[in-house]
Structures are given as structure tokens and as C-alpha cells.
Nanobody
Framework: QVQLVESGGGLVQPGGSLRLSCAAS????????MGWYRQAPGKQRELVAVISTDPSTNYADSVKGRFTISRDNAKNTVYLQMNSLKPEDTAVYYC???????????WGQGTQVTVSS
């Protein structure tokens, strides 16, 4: 059974930082591209950052220079370090695992991030 379990969300003031974690089980973690997506109320889910198996990274323009995605294959965990947070970063953040060669894709349950004073 595949599980992606996010943690690290919460309430933070503008300008603050949070670190999200996503622990994966039931997959060969090193063979999956890992991503973070977010969905704000009334909006579509959007890609925030993705880290491939090689491990190259890509970011949404709105978070470049503020967020950093990383992975630890030994711990089957992907991280999202979020700095200089803004109110518009408020959303539910979802972890995603995708194996490009097969199309297999899995989602976590999401963790709420709220940026407010």
C-alpha cells in the first residue's frame, strides 16, 4: 500500500518560514519524481516545485528564490523549505509521487499552510 504522509504545515506570519516533509512508503522512492502542489480556496491545484530522480528541480515562478525542494532517498522523504512566506502562499500543500516511465502517480492527503498576521 502506497502512502505519502505530509507534515510541517501550520500558521506563520508573513516573512516567516516553514519546512514541509513528505514521507513515502510502499514505493521505490528513488525511482519517482517528487513534487509539491498547492490548492488555495476557490482555485485550481497548481505545481509548486518538483524534483526529479537525477535530481534536477523546477519551481513555479511565484516561489522561485523563496522555496527549495530537496529529497533524501535514504529516508524516502521529500522536503519543501519555504522562506519569505506571503499571504498568497496560503493553501493546502500536497505531496505527489510520479514514476514517469509508467505513469504511476500518488498523492498525499495534504497539509494546511496559512500565512497571516
Amino acid at each position: 500500500q502506497v502512502q505519502l504522509v505530509e507534515s510541517g504545515g501550520g500558521l506563520v506570519q508573513p516573512g516567516g518560514s516553514l519546512r514541509l516533509s513528505c514521507a513515502a512508503s510502499g514505493i521505490i522512492f528513488s525511482r519517482y519524481a517528487m513534487g509539491w502542489y498547492r490548492q488555495a480556496p476557490g482555485k485550481q491545484r497548481e505545481l509548486v516545485a518538483v524534483i526529479s530522480t537525477d535530481p534536477s528541480t523546477n519551481y513555479a515562478d511565484s516561489v522561485k528564490g523563496r522555496f527549495t525542494i530537496s529529497r533524501d532517498n535514504a529516508k524516502n522523504t521529500v522536503y519543501l523549505q519555504m522562506n519569505s512566506l506571503k499571504p498568497e502562499d496560503t493553501a493546502v500543500y500536497y505531496c505527489n509521487a510520479k514514476r514517469v516511465t509508467t505513469g504511476w502517480e500518488f498523492w498525499g492527503q495534504g497539509t494546511q499552510v496559512t500565512v497571516s498576521s
